[in-house]
């Protein structure tokens, strides 16, 4: 398994997770709020790359 399959498993995992553990009244709120880091972490990761390709040039 790639990285980018192991990444979608782990994060799928974690969103069950999330989901199961979460009082109903919460769950939205709890999916929203992680929804909102995993969006953080993706583009801190593309800007990362981004410098990264800059400086191989």
Do not use: H, S
Request: hydrophobic fraction near 45%; proline fraction near 5%; aromatic fraction near 2%.
């Amino acid at each position: 398994m790639g990285k980018p399959q192991l990444a979608a498993v782990v994060t799928g995992r974690r969103i069950v997770q999330l989901l199961a553990e979460a009082p109903p009244a919460d769950a939205v709120q709890l999916l929203i709020n992680f929804i909102a880091q995993m969006r953080q972490v993706l583009d801190t990761a593309v800007k990362l790359e981004r410098n990264q390709e800059t400086k191989d040039r």
